[in-house]
């Protein structure tokens, strides 16, 4: 599975930002996808992650209420809606691949097999 993360910019605190991740291979569908991100200078967090078929989605804290995960199998695609954007959201953004169990959301780096290779969000204030 090849991912490419695209969508971010540079925005205004409380604009928001709709992230893609396309996928090519066909594992994509059976897949968990998680959303990750690292600020400079932080260590990398868990945004939120969607199961195979959009049965399960989890946020981390942070984003809750304000981020939204979704995914399009047929076009091998997720998203991920950001609204109510804060300063401390600025991060590069990346989108990953979880083969196997695809009902079980992993909030660890380790538990994804594939990465795309980041997309760029500055919020400012």
């Known amino acids: 599975v090849q991912l490419q993360a695209s969508g971010g910019g540079l925005v205004q605190a409380g604009g928001s930002l709709r992230l893609s991740c396309a996928a090519s291979?066909?594992?994509?569908?059976?897949?968990?996808v998680g959303w990750f991100r690292q600020a400079p200078g932080k260590d990398g967090e868990f945004v939120a992650g969607?199961?195979?078929?959009?049965?399960?989605?989890y946020y981390a804290e942070s984003a809750k209420g304000r981020f939204t995960i979704s995914r399009d199998n047929v076009e091998a695609t997720a998203y991920l809606q950001m609204n109510s954007l804060k300063p401390e959201d600025t991060a590069v953004y990346y989108c990953?691949?979880?083969?196997?169990?695809?009902?079980?959301?992993?909030?660890?780096?380790?538990?994804?097999?594939?990465w795309g290779q980041g997309t760029q969000v500055t919020v400012s204030s």
């Open positions: 990953a691949a979880k083969i196997g169990p695809a009902f079980i959301i992993a909030t660890r780096s380790d538990d994804y097999d594939y």
């Open positions: 969607i199961t195979w078929n959009g049965g399960r989605i």
């Open positions: 291979g066909r594992a994509f569908s059976s897949s968990v």
